[in-house]
């Protein structure tokens, strides 16, 4: 006889707090896991960008090189390097080991809201204020971009680099898919202010929030709406959204203190996480694990699906 298969365990969400990181550099703006998750960065309005470890959750390194809050931060594969940019409308390229500035990269005519290394770190990406998107070529000495995108009508709040994709979100309410390799461009509007964006892990799906306090989930080819998720409140700040790292879940901050989680095939809340009283101001997936950091006011939360044992639990079980 044939027995039922079992079955198939519901994916694990992050809902145990296992670490709260006091960071020491006024309100963190944005908090971001590096390439393989095992280092989180955040990024100050003190002007400082600080390195940390995400197992041990302690400093491993400040850097300070620009004159105003840092507003987003991204990691090279290889962790060699870290870009950076901030509200004194510049872009800095980092040495990850010494801590020192290898490019401060001028342009924009306005605060750099976002930023992103190419799969082989070769090209930084910015977007601003501004409304233009500015490619930097890392090994160069010139100081001016590659290439400058200036199709948004208004500023860049969020972008992202896939292979040879670049996805934009703009406050004029446009999505915009730049395939660099066939020089085209995809627009899809959402009439709100877009707060972030994001390709799905497969890459066949774009995610974008907005002001309108829902986030979307198209279909990348056609522009179809394929999921809406609402219920988290996000009315005035640029808040990060994301999607797990197996895309089976979509996740927001909220106004409201809360990280909401939703079933990315039901639409359904699967989680509403309390991080605290105040505004979530970031979220970072871990790359490969259920693993999710949250900022909020000064403090960045490392979230996990288990609680993680303890000294006295290891020697327990030995």
Same mark, same amino acid.
């Given at each position: 006889?044939?027995?039922?298969?079992?079955?198939?365990?519901?994916?694990?969400?992050?809902?145990?707090?296992?670490?709260?990181?006091?960071?020491?550099?006024?309100?963190?703006?944005?908090?971001?896991?590096?390439?393989?998750?095992?280092?989180?960065?955040?990024?100050?309005?003190?002007?400082?960008?600080?390195?940390?470890?995400?197992?041990?959750?302690?400093?491993?390194?400040?850097?300070?090189?620009?004159?105003?809050?840092?507003?987003?931060?991204?990691?090279?594969?290889?962790?060699?390097?870290?870009?950076?940019?901030?509200?004194?409308?510049?872009?800095?390229?980092?040495?990850?080991?010494?801590?020192?500035?290898?490019?401060?990269?001028?342009?924009?005519?306005?605060?750099?809201? *976002? +930023?992103? #290394?190419?799969?082989?770190?070769?090209?930084?990406? &910015?977007? /601003?204020? %501004?409304? $233009? =998107? @500015?490619?930097? !070529?890392?090994?160069?000495?010139?100081?001016?971009?590659?290439?400058?995108?200036?199709?948004?009508?208004?500023?860049?709040?969020?972008?992202?680099?896939?292979?040879?994709?670049?996805?934009?979100?703009?406050?004029?309410?446009?999505?915009?898919?730049?395939?660099?390799?066939?020089?085209?461009?995809?627009?899809?509007?959402?009439?709100?202010?877009?707060? *972030? +964006?994001? #390709?799905?892990?497969?890459?066949?799906?774009?995610? &974008?929030? /907005?002001? %309108?306090? $829902? =986030? @979307?989930?198209? !279909?990348?080819?056609?522009?179809?709406?394929?999921?809406?998720?609402?219920?988290?409140?996000?009315?005035?700040?640029?808040?990060?959204?994301?999607?797990?790292?197996?895309?089976?879940?979509?996740?927001?901050?909220?106004?409201?203190?809360?990280?909401?989680?939703?079933?990315?095939?039901?639409?359904?809340?699967?989680?509403?996480?309390?991080?605290?009283?105040? +505004?979530?101001?970031?979220?970072?997936?871990?790359?490969?694990?259920?693993?999710?950091?949250?900022?909020?006011?000064?403090?960045?939360?490392?979230?996990?699906?288990?609680?993680?044992?303890?000294?006295?639990?290891?020697?327990?079980?030995?």
């Amino acid at each position: 006889m044939a027995f039922p298969q079992p079955r198939p365990q519901a994916p694990q969400l992050p809902q145990h707090l296992l670490r709260t990181i006091d960071c020491r550099q006024g309100a963190v703006r944005a908090v971001r896991f590096n390439a393989d998750g095992n280092y989180l960065l955040s990024c100050g309005s003190d002007k400082t960008l600080k390195l940390w470890s995400g197992s041990k959750g302690t400093l491993l390194k400040t850097y300070s090189g620009h004159g105003y809050e840092v507003l987003d931060a991204d990691s090279s594969y290889d962790n060699s390097q870290i870009c950076s940019c901030s509200s004194d409308k510049t872009v800095i390229l980092w040495d990850v080991g010494s801590g020192q500035v290898t490019r401060k990269l001028r342009g924009h005519a306005g605060k750099v809201s *976002c +930023v992103q #290394f190419n799969e082989e770190a070769t090209v930084i990406l &910015s977007g /601003s204020i %501004d409304g $233009t =998107v @500015r490619c930097w !070529d890392t090994r160069s000495r010139r100081y001016e971009p590659i290439q400058i995108l200036d199709e948004a009508r208004d500023g860049i709040s969020s972008l992202k680099v896939a292979q040879h994709e670049l996805l934009t979100g703009s406050v004029d309410g446009k999505v915009r898919r730049y395939d660099l390799r066939m020089g085209q461009l995809h627009v899809d509007f959402i009439s709100s202010p877009i707060t *972030c +964006v994001c #390709f799905s892990q497969d890459g066949q799906c774009t995610l &974008s929030s /907005s002001l %309108d306090s $829902t =986030v @979307r989930l198209l !279909d990348k080819s056609t522009g179809e709406m394929l999921g809406e998720y609402t219920g988290h409140k996000m009315k005035g700040y640029k808040l990060d959204c994301c999607l797990s790292s197996k895309d089976t879940h979509v996740l927001s901050c909220s106004e409201d203190g809360h990280v909401y989680c939703w079933d990315l095939v039901e639409g359904s809340l699967s989680l509403k996480l309390p991080v605290g009283k105040a +505004v979530v101001q970031s979220l970072s997936f871990h790359p490969t694990e259920t693993r999710l950091l949250t900022a909020m006011e000064g403090r960045v939360q490392v979230w996990g699906a288990e609680p993680e044992q303890t000294d006295d639990d290891d020697t327990m079980a030995t």
